[in-house]
């Protein structure tokens, strides 16, 4: 189906007007949610989320998504799913069917109240890295076209400088914070004797690492998610 001159003009403006808002912030949640909202929006499509990939533990797993659900944050994937195989082939994908694809991870429509009958996914690529996925769901006309795959893969392509940037900008903040609790411990040096500054500074310097994790653990999320 042939799409009208305006619609697609409204799409290509909403794609150049989230290229500027992807520069205006560096905290993940909102990065974030401004990317799926712009997804769905320049696809025609019901909903959208992030997965992100960590390449450590060799695991992906839900960070955002436009149908939030308290189930779905930080839900882990699996590597052989449609999502899984987009980080491995680092290719996109559009499946007009889910249901009948062996790769879909049924247990995400178990676990939520949402029916995926199509979806198109672009791997989000920096530097030779990948941090993610980017989904679109169910179509609101048809099936999802070349023209919906190749603004996807631009908005991806963004998308991942853009979570790169802001994932880099806030361990440095953590390490300022680390660095900066000893700095005070070594400056102030041990001048109480019965070890009560001592106390009250290596209590600030643990307090760093122990910031780190708690930022960490509030990024995947409190609940399993898809």
Not at 34 to 53: K, N, P, Q, V, W
Not at 149 to 158: F, N, P, S
Request: glycine share 6%; aromatic share 6%; with cysteine.
């Amino acid at each position: 189906m042939l799409e009208n001159y305006p619609k697609r003009l409204n799409r290509y403006k909403r794609l150049i007007e989230i290229s500027r808002d992807l520069a205006s912030t560096l905290e993940l949640d909102l990065l974030l949610n401004r990317i799926i909202h712009a997804a769905r929006d320049i696809t025609d499509a019901e909903a959208a989320s992030i997965l992100l990939y960590d390449d450590t533990a060799r695991e992906l797993y839900f960070q955002a998504a436009t149908n939030p659900d308290p189930m779905m944050r930080g839900m882990v994937i699996p590597m052989d799913s449609i999502a899984g195989w987009i980080v491995t082939h680092r290719e996109p994908v559009r499946i007009s069917v889910v249901k009948k694809d062996t790769r879909y991870f049924k247990n995400v429509a178990q676990t939520l109240s949402f029916a995926t009958k199509s979806i198109m996914g672009v791997p989000l690529i920096t530097k030779e890295k990948v941090v993610g996925v980017l989904e679109v769901l169910n179509k609101s006309d048809g099936d999802f076209s070349d023209t919906d795959e190749d603004m996807l893969t631009v908005l991806g392509a963004q998308a991942a400088i853009a979570i790169e940037n802001t994932r880099l900008f806030q361990q440095s903040d953590l390490i300022a914070e680390f660095v900066g609790a000893f700095d005070r411990k070594i400056k102030q040096g041990p001048h109480d004797d019965h070890g009560g500054q001592n106390d009250r500074t290596g209590s600030n310097a643990a307090s760093a690492p122990e910031s780190a994790r708690r930022r960490r653990r509030a990024g995947r999320g409190c609940a399993a998610s898809p």
